[in-house]
C-alpha cells in the first residue's frame, strides 16, 4: 500500500483510540487498518471533439469480512488514492455500526463532470465500469451514487455489467432508478436516518424533539429531508445556510416554502422568510440540534468552543476534526458520529440490494418502517457502548464496528 496520507491518518485517529479501549490483538488490529484490495484503472475516452483523453479510475475494497463492499462512485478533480482508500475504511465501520452485511468498499475517477457532456460521462462510466468489472458483482463488489453521481450514471454501471455478463443484473448496484429495481424510499433514507438519530438524541439527553430547535449547515439531499422530516415531527428549524449564504428565523423557518425555493435559485440565500445569516455564525447559534450536513472538516478547533447546541447529528462525513469532537465531549455537548448519523443510506441501499435479489419490493411504508428499526437498534447499541466504556459516542461507534468486524475475522480465521 502507498504510504498514508492525511485523511486516513485522521481516520487511524479515530480507529486507533477505540481499538485500544477493546483491546484488540495486534495480528487483527494490523488486518483492520490496512485495505483488501487498491484498484487504479486507466480509462481513455473519446471526447465529443474527437481527442482522446484518458482517466485515471480508482476503486478501493477494505474489508470485505462481513460481506460484499459497499460503497459510492465519485467524479471529482481532486479525487485521491488517499481520498477513496479512507471512505472505503470509513463504509467498513458504517456498514458494521448499521448491522448490514456489508464490507467498505469506495471508488472515484479524477475528472471534472462539470465540463463533461452527457455522452462523455457515459462513455467515461462505461470504460471505468468495464476496466474494474472483474472486482465488482453482487456478491462481490456493490457501488452506489456518490459526489456528482446519480441515478442515470448508475444505470449506466448496471447496464454496462449486465451487458458483460449476459444478463441483466440489478443487484450490482444500489441507487438505481426505481423503473430498473431502484428502491422506494431510498433518496430520503439518509436524511430520514438524520431525523431519527436527532429524535433519539434528543430523548437520550433529556428534551422532547417538539418544540426543539435546530440548526442545519447545508442544504442538499441530506440537509434538506432532515430539516423537512425534523419540521414534520414538530421540531423548529430556525437556522440554514449552504455555499452562499444562509436564514435564520426565530419562530421557525417555513421549510417547504425553503426547499422550493432553493430548487429554483440553487442557495437557500435570500429567502425572504427570514433574517440573512452567514455560515459562521449559524455555529454560534444557541439552538438544541445542529446538524453539519455539508462538507467535511466544517467543525474544527477554531470555531468549536464557539458551538452552543446541546446535540450535533453529523448528517456529512467526517464533518468534525478528532481535536474538534475531543473539545465538544469535554464541554458536554452530545455529538453522534456519521457513521452512525448518516448511515441511513447504506442501510436503504442493503435493503435495494435485497429486494433486487429477490424481486420482490417493499412500500415506501415498509422500507421507512425496517430503516426506523435499523436505525434505532444501531443508537441503542452505540449509546450503551458509551456507557459501558464511558467515551464519547464517536469512540463508541468505532468499538460497536471494530468489534463486529473483529470477531468474525476471528471466526473466520486465517486462510493460508
Known sequence: MAEHGPI???????FDEAARKLNLERGIWDILTHPKRQIIVSCPVQMDNGAIQVFTGYRVQYNITLGPAKGGIRYHPAVSLDEVTTL???????CAVAHVPFGGGKGGVICDPTRMSPRELEALTRRYIAEIIEAIGPEKDVPAPDVNTNEQVMAWVMDTYSMHVGHTETAVVTGKPL???????RREATGRGVMIVARESAKHVGFDIKGATVAVQGFGNVGSVSARLLAASGARVVAVTDWKGGVYNA????????????????????????EPLKNEQLFGLEVDI????????????????????KVIVEGANGPTTPDANNLLHSRGIFVVPDILANSGG???????WVQDRYGYFWTEKEVNERLEAKISEAFKAVSETAAKYVVDMRTAAYIVAIHRVATVTKLRGMYA
Open 8 to 14: 486516513f491518518a485522521a481516520m487511524l485517529e479515530e
Open 88 to 94: 472505503a475504511a470509513w463504509m467498513t465501520w458504517k
Open 179 to 185: 423503473e430498473m429495481g431502484g428502491s422506494l424510499g
Open 251 to 274: 419562530k421557525g423557518l417555513d421549510i417547504d416554502k425553503l426547499i422550493t425555493y432553493a430548487a429554483e435559485e440553487k442557495t437557500v440565500d435570500g429567502f425572504s422568510g427570514g
Open 290 to 309: 445542529l446538524i453539519p450536513a455539508a462538507l467535511e472538516n466544517q467543525i474544527t478547533m477554531e470555531n468549536a468552543a464557539q458551538i452552543r447546541a
Open 346 to 352: 447504506v442501510s436503504a441501499s442493503y435493503f435495494e
